[in-house]
């Protein structure tokens, strides 16, 4: 069984940076896409960026095009979010999730999640 685990979250004013790790374990051949979520309190939650863990494509949502950026290490089969030019809106839990499947930025397809770390920015 797949386990992601993530971390990284924090505080930090805006116009800060933070990176975003998700470690997964277990048999992780059957993965094809692991995304990044988040969900501020009393909003839906959203897709953020999402990766093919076979080739390296993205996805990113709008509201952080050119200021977020998803990659992966195959190695330590590890996805990291790295954030930039933080914005008090990007407050919220981040969740790490992963699919068998093909690309998708719909929670619901998802049929692994992490337990999610927050991350607050500061005005």
């Known amino acids: 069984q797949v386990q992601l685990v993530e971390s990284g979250g924090g505080s930090v004013q805006a116009g800060g940076s933070l990176r975003l790790s998700c470690a997964a374990s277990?048999?992780?051949?059957?993965?094809?896409?692991m995304a990044w979520f988040r969900q501020a309190s009393g909003k839906w939650r959203e897709g953020v960026a999402t990766?093919?863990?076979?080739?390296?494509?993205?996805y990113y949502a709008d509201s952080v095009k050119g200021r977020f950026t998803i990659s992966l290490d195959d190695a330590k089969n590890t996805v990291y979010l790295q954030m930039n030019s933080l914005k008090p809106e990007d407050t919220a839990m981040y969740y790490c999730?992963?699919?068998?499947?093909?690309?998708?930025?719909?929670?619901?397809?998802?049929?692994?999640w992490g337990q999610g770390t927050r991350v607050t920015v500061s005005s």
């Open positions: 999730a992963a699919r068998s499947g093909g690309c998708s930025i719909w929670p619901r397809l998802y049929e692994l």
């Open positions: 990766i093919y863990t076979g080739g390296g494509s993205v």
């Open positions: 277990g048999d992780t051949n059957e993965i094809n896409y």
